[in-house]
């Protein structure tokens, strides 16, 4: 029997009913991006500006069933991946949900018949249509769904705008004991470059480790990240002050990954980690080579053990970067944005 359903809005998560939140992304088994301490550590140092969020909590007869983070977005299509979609957009605002730093957007949900799924996500999706509105952005839309999930159903059943935008990439880790074999399941071109670099690196005396975050160890990681993401015209997606606050603020979701050669920090990354799933958050390196090794290579294979080591039962690799992500055996899942609104 479909219940009444209620969509309460807050506009800071200290407003949230937090127990409610909480239920619902354990029931949903939602990503990190849904965590308590990932929302208000972006509510806090924001990796990108915004001008107002919305966390919009759904209820049916009483009972939490779903939930959404929201965000109005100075910049709704800061790389153009909408507008190069031939969705709406523009330079302006956008209320996005989730945000451009979250390759995983989803209507965290608990279990629920088909019919009455579909009746929470056409009403979550109208509530989110109706922020727009109140907060006059020319633009809502969620950004970055993967292709099977049903909120894409809701958003044509709605009249929204959609089209795919980009690949994200996964590796299922189907209960692998251990990193060797891991490497098992690879080509045998890729297995032998991955041994022959690791080999090298221990001759050169390389250092691997994993290792919660400090802000000195962050302003190094978020160096080496933007030197990388300055080849493909996307370093200010990592301001130094609001990536190391923002990573403080995670707490136990958070780990850095680096590669040691002597007294110099060659590679490193942020790694995310929820219960299931262990997230190639963001990283970079010095140098395409060192000591006839990669230590991009080095860094990807302490990041793949760390999460074999850690019982997790995926690796998250994000978007783009297809040939590197498939030759680690990745799997690739499109993605989808979908919008609603305009952009004159």
């Known amino acids: 029997?479909?219940?009444?359903?209620?969509?309460?809005?807050?506009e800071e998560f200290d407003k949230v009913d937090l127990e409610a939140w909480t239920e619902v992304v354990g029931a949903a088994a939602a990503p990190v991006h849904y965590a308590p301490a990932y929302l208000r550590a972006y509510q806090a140092s924001p990796l990108s500006p915004f001008g107002a969020v919305r966390y919009l909590t759904v209820r049916e007869s009483g009972r939490p069933v779903a939930v959404l983070p929201c965000y109005l977005q100075d910049r709704g299509d800061p790389y153009g991946a909408l507008a190069g979609a031939g969705l709406p957009a523009g330079p302006g605002p956008a209320l996005l949900a989730h945000n451009w730093y979250c390759y995983d957007t989803r209507v965290p949900m608990v279990s629920l018949p088909t019919e009455r799924r579909d009746r929470v996500l056409d009403a979550t999706l109208d509530a989110l249509a109706?922020?727009?509105?109140?907060?006059?952005?020319?633009?809502?839309?969620?950004?970055?769904v993967a292709g099977p999930d049903p909120v894409l159903a809701a958003a044509r059943?709605?009249?929204?705008?959609?089209?795919?935008?980009?690949?994200?990439?996964?590796?299922?880790?189907d209960g692998l004991p251990s990193y060797e074999s891991y490497l098992v399941t690879l080509g045998s071109r890729t297995r032998r470059t991955i041994r022959q670099y690791l080999r090298r690196a221990a001759d050169a005396g390389v250092t691997t480790s994993t290792e919660r975050p400090h802000p000195a160890l962050l302003r190094t990681v978020c160096t080496l990240s933007r030197e990388t993401a300055a080849k493909y015209g996307s370093?200010?997606?990592?301001?130094?002050?609001?990536?190391?606050?923002?990573?403080?603020?995670?707490?136990?979701?958070?780990?850095?990954?680096?590669?040691?050669?002597?007294?110099?920090?060659?590679?490193?990354?942020?790694?995310?980690?929820d219960a299931e799933r262990l997230h190639m958050w963001v990283g970079g390196t010095s140098h395409a080579t060192?000591?006839?090794?990669?230590?991009n290579y080095l860094l990807w294979a302490t990041e793949i053990r760390t999460a074999i080591e850690s019982g997790r039962q995926c690796v998250e690799g994000g978007r783009s970067n297809r040939p590197m992500k498939e030759r680690h055996g990745m799997r690739e899942l499109t993605l989808y944005a979908c919008v609603t609104g305009t952009c004159g």
């Open 235 to 273: 370093a200010d997606m990592y301001p130094e002050q609001a990536f190391v606050d923002f990573v403080m603020g995670l707490g136990e979701h958070a780990r850095v990954v680096r590669v040691d050669h002597g007294d110099r920090t060659v590679a490193a990354a942020v790694v995310l980690l």
């Open 130 to 144: 109706g922020q727009r509105q109140a907060v006059g952005a020319p633009l809502a839309g969620l950004v970055n």
């Open 157 to 173: 059943r709605g009249g929204w705008r959609i089209a795919p935008i980009v690949a994200r990439y996964q590796l299922p880790l």
């Open 1 to 10: 029997m479909n219940g009444r359903l209620e969509i309460e809005v807050a």
């Open 290 to 295: 060192v000591a006839s090794y990669s230590p």
